[in-house]
């Protein structure tokens, strides 16, 4: 249990912010159930438990957990200002070690977040607290394909190398950074049978708002901390000069600029044979 917020909060809650017509639509397409229980975990900052409380009705319940308390406190706040008729609790808890009985949700929801934990042991917890007829909805990324720009085409080629051989020297793999890789294989050895994915792409064009400037600062700062160094002395300054928001010729600048991200949505259900046997 901790206080801290982890490094990526800024760069993730500029994410929300600058998508949130997008991932507000997207989470009131998932299979909300009506007068059920839904688990938001890890919570993070409550930005997916407050669109969730605010879809559930009458009858229904919802749980937030994280670990970090700072997180937690954000989490209160922003559902004290939320109207919704759900019974709510945001509680301290463990993604590899919850607190629940087996089958008690009817909709478990994790959302960009196994970057940070175990996938194996998390989705096994997670099987563990998901009704034989309930739902694991879990929103991720391949940092690979996350975030697409009009990068000149000598670094954009460079660009997935240096990613790469940055994940590999962060963290000992190379597919760390892309947890959609493994997600389909690791559902299944978990337990779900049937696992659908869904692909949203959000897209914004130059002039670029506030909110999306915004966002790539961040993501500009990310990939200068993690992928800069790995690239070519010559190319580091095509980087430089790209991700310079007073450069005439920058990708916040041309007036052509148009910014694409990928997520990925996936919908598991438990496995039939054990859905038959309930």
């Not at 760069?11 to 912010?17: A, G, K, R």
């Not at 954009?156 to 793999?173: C, F, I, K, M, T």
Request: proline fraction near 6%; hydrophobic fraction near 40%.
């Amino acid at each position: 249990m901790t206080d801290a917020t982890p490094n990526y909060d800024i760069y993730q809650s500029s994410f929300h912010e600058a998508f949130r017509s997008e991932l507000e639509r997207l989470v009131d397409d998932l299979p909300t159930p009506h007068g059920g229980t839904v688990l938001d975990v890890p919570c993070g900052s409550g930005f997916y438990t407050r669109r969730l409380a605010q879809r559930l009705g009458a009858h229904s319940s919802l749980i937030a957990v994280d670990t970090c308390e700072t997180y937690l406190n954000q989490t209160r706040e922003l559902l004290g200002q939320t109207r919704s008729q759900a019974t709510i609790q945001v509680r301290q808890a463990n993604a590899y070690q919850l607190p629940d009985p087996d089958a008690t949700f009817d909709l478990v929801w994790c959302a960009q977040s196994l970057i940070s934990l175990d996938p194996v042991r998390t989705i096994r917890e997670l099987r563990r607290v998901t009704k034989p007829d309930g739902v694991l909805a879990i929103l991720e990324v391949d940092e690979y394909h996350h975030v697409l720009l009009g990068w000149p085409a000598e670094l954009e080629a460079h660009l997935p190398l240096a990613l790469h051989a940055a994940s590999v020297q962060r963290y000992g793999d190379a597919v760390k950074l892309a947890p959609t890789r493994r997600l389909r294989r690791i559902l299944k050895q978990s337990g779900f049978d049937s696992v659908r994915r869904d692909t949203y792409t959000l897209e914004r064009t130059a002039p670029f708002d506030p909110l999306t400037r915004t966002f790539l600062t961040r993501h500009f700062a990310y990939l200068r901390s993690l992928v800069r160094p790995q690239l070519p002395d010559d190319l580091q300054a095509v980087f430089d000069t790209m991700t310079d928001p007073d450069a005439a010729d920058s990708l916040f600048n041309l007036p052509d600029s148009e910014l694409v991200c990928i997520i990925a949505l996936y919908l598991a259900r438990p496995s039939l044979a054990e859905v038959r046997s309930c």
